[in-house]
């Protein structure tokens, strides 16, 4: 039996709607980031109380840089999404980009936007 060279158009449909689903949360999680670290909704006491903000000062950038990581690594996922939607597109979803193998189901239906197999994964980290 010949080796499959890539995945069919229902399976490819399947995938999409994996990553549509991720990409919706994902931007979500995103814009609540945005909106915290940027304090649009707040109404907070920011000028009304000097002495208060001057103690909390120390853990509020903390958590803003925190934040600031979260939203960069948030971003990074969103993009990741966006080009495997690309890559469905392309009918090039889920092949190894070492092995030009395909990337088990398995895997691809918890991190879909993976470009390698777990055994490439590992080599490249070697």
Known sequence: MEKKKRYSDEELEEFRAIIN????????????????????????????????????????????????????????????????????????YGIDRITGELIPKERLRVVPHATLSVESKMQQKR
């Open 21 to 92: 689903e991720k990409l919706k949360l994902a931007r979500r999680d995103y814009e609540t980031m945005m909106e915290t670290i940027t304090n649009e909704d707040s109404n907070d006491v920011d000028d009304t109380s000097p002495t208060y903000k001057a103690l909390e000062e120390g853990s509020t950038s903390q958590t803003k840089e925190e934040l600031m990581r979260s939203a960069a690594r948030q971003q990074k996922f969103i993009q990741g999404l966006e080009a495997a939607l690309m890559r469905i597109e392309n009918k090039t």
